[in-house]
C-alpha cells in the first residue's frame, strides 16, 4: 500500500488528523519541500490511498487543496470483546467509524463460540456496506485479558475461562483475508482515546476502565506502555484489602473484585437487605435484581446508602490510581467502562482520593475526565491498531 517512509508519515498525519490536510500543512508537518511532498502525494492519490477533499482558505495566493484517506483505501475491521458484550466496527483507514453494531454476549462462552459470532456480526456489516471481507485491509481485535503479542495468544486470563493460550489471532486469520491485530482490549480503548477522544494530543496519560474487570491502558510518550510480557497496566489485580475476598486471579483483596461492577452490585444488594438503601431495595424488588447503574440512579436521587457504596468503590480506585499516579506522573487520568457512567458522585470521588493522596506536584496539573468516545473507544482503538500493523508491514 506505501511504498517509503515519507508515504508512511503522510498516512500518519491524515489517520491523526481530526479533518482533512494540506500540502503546505503536510510539508510543514515533516519538515520538507512543498514538490517533495507533492510527488509523492500524488503517487499516493493515483493509487486510491488518498483523495482530495475541497480546498484551503486562501492565504493570499492560490488555495491549496486539502487531502484525507480515501474510503476506497479499504476497510478496517474492529472487534471489542469485553466480558459481557461484543462491539464490531467497519472503520476507515483512518479509524472513521463507517457502520457499528453491539451485542450482549458472555465471553465465558468460550474463544470459538464468542469469535465466529463476532465474524457474523463483522459480516453483516460489510454485507450493509455492499462490501465483502475482500475489502478488508485488516483487522484489530481486542480482549480482556493479557496479550501475547508476539503469538496473538490470550495468556491466563482471569475473567476469560476457556481462553488461556488460545490463538486469538490464528483463529480470526482463518476467517478473514487480510492481516489481524490482537491486543488488551483496555490498551485499545487507550489508543482510541489518543487517537480521537480526550486524551488527543496527550502523550502522558492512563486509561482506566471499569466495569465488569478493572484494567489501565497506559501510554508513555505517546506509545502503549505494555511491559516485558504484555500485562502491564493490570490495576485490577493490584491488592487493596490482603484480607478480603478471593478474586478470580487466586488471591484475596484485589482492587476488581472489591471495586468492580459485580463488587459494586453485591454492596448494593446487602444495603437494600439491611434497609440502609430505600431506593436500591423497591428497584430490587420490582426487577428482582440490581444492576451498577441502578445503585449509580439511586445515588443521583439521593439514596443514602446507595451513595454509600457508589463512594466506597470508587474512593478504593482513587486510593490506587493515587499510587499509580506518583509513580507514573501522567498528564491524565480518562476513565470509561459501564461502571465509569454511574454518577457524577463516583468521579468526585475518584478525584478526591487522587488528589488528596498523590504527590501535589503529581496532581497539580492533572485533569480526570471520562472517556469521550464512551462505548465506541475500543472499536476505535482497534482500528488505530490494525492500521498502524499494517502501516508497519507494507514497508517491510
Keep these: ?42 503517487r499516493l492519490l493515483d493509487a486510491g490511498v488518498l483523495e ?26 474492529s472487534i471489542d470483546l469485553g466480558a459481557t458484550s461484543i462491539d464490531v466496527a467497519l472503520t476507515t483507514l483512518s479509524s472513521e467509524i463507517v457502520a457499528h453494531t453491539a451485542e450482549a454476549a ?19 456489516l460489510l454485507g450493509a456496506e455492499g462490501a465483502t471481507t475482500a475489502d478488508l485491509r485488516a483487522v484489530g481485535v481486542g480482549v480482556p485479558g493479557p496479550v501475547d503479542q508476539a503469538e496473538g495468544r490470550v495468556v491466563a486470563p482471569p475473567i476469560m475461562p476457556g481462553w488461556n493460550k ?18 488488551n482490549d483496555v490498551n485499545l480503548m487507550a489508543l482510541g482515546e489518543h487517537a480521537a477522544g480526550a486524551a488527543r494530543g496527550i502523550d502522558n496519560f492512563i486509561f482506566v476502565k471499569v466495569g465488569t474487570g478493572i484494567g489501565a491502558g497506559i501510554v508513555v510518550n505517546g506509545r502503549l506502555m505494555r511491559g516485558a510480557d504484555g500485562c502491564a497496566g493490570d490495576l485490577g489485580h493490584l491488592s487493596v484489602n490482603p484480607e478480603g475476598r478471593r478474586c478470580t486471579c487466586g488471591n484475596r483483596g484485589c482492587l476488581e473484585v472489591e471495586a468492580a461492577a459485580p463488587a459494586i452490585v453485591r454492596a448494593a444488594v446487602a444495603a437494600a437487605e439491611r434497609g ?52 507514573i506522573n ?26 488528596r493522596r498523590s504527590l501535589p506536584l ?34 517491510q
Excluded: W
Design 330 to 355: 501522567p498528564s491524565l487520568i480518562v476513565l470509561g467502562g459501564g461502571v465509569s457512567q454511574i454518577g457524577d458522585a463516583f468521579l468526585a470521588e475518584i478525584r478526591t482520593a487522587v488528589y
Design 106 to 124: 458472555d465471553i465465558g462462552r468460550g474463544p470459538k463460540r464468542i469469535l465466529r459470532r463476532s465474524f457474523e456480526l463483522l459480516r453483516r
Design 52 to 77: 482530495e477533499a475541497g480546498q484551503a482558505e486562501s492565504q493570499g495566493g492560490r488555495p491549496s487543496l486539502l487531502l484525507r484517506i480515501s474510503r476506497q483505501a479499504g476497510l478496517v475491521g
Design 276 to 327: 440502609d438503601a430505600p431506593l436500591l431495595a423497591a428497584t430490587l424488588q420490582q426487577q428482582g435484581y440490581l444492576a451498577a447503574r441502578d445503585v449509580g440512579d439511586a445515588a443521583s436521587r439521593g439514596d443514602v446508602g446507595a451513595l454509600a457504596v457508589v463512594r466506597a468503590a470508587a474512593g478504593r480506585i482513587g486510593l490506587t490510581l493515587a499510587s499509580v499516579v506518583s509513580l
Design 1 to 42: 500500500m506505501l511504498q517509503n517512509e515519507l508515504q508512511s508519515a503522510i498516512f500518519r498525519i491524515l489517520a491523526g488528523a481530526s479533518e482533512p490536510v494540506s500540502r503546505a500543512q503536510l510539508g510543514a508537518s515533516l519538515g520538507v519541500g512543498r514538490n517533495v511532498v507533492g510527488t509523492e502525494v500524488r
Design 166 to 183: 488460545f490463538p486469538v489471532r490464528a483463529a480470526v486469520a482463518e476467517l478473514v483475508p487480510c492481516p489481524v491485530f490482537v491486543d
Design 362 to 395: 503529581a496532581t497539580r496539573n492533572l485533569p480526570i475526565v471520562t472517556s469521550e468516545l464512551g462505548s465506541d473507544a475500543g472499536v476505535v482503538g482497534a482500528s488505530v491498531l490494525a492500521g498502524r500493523g499494517l502501516l508497519l508491514r507494507s514497508l
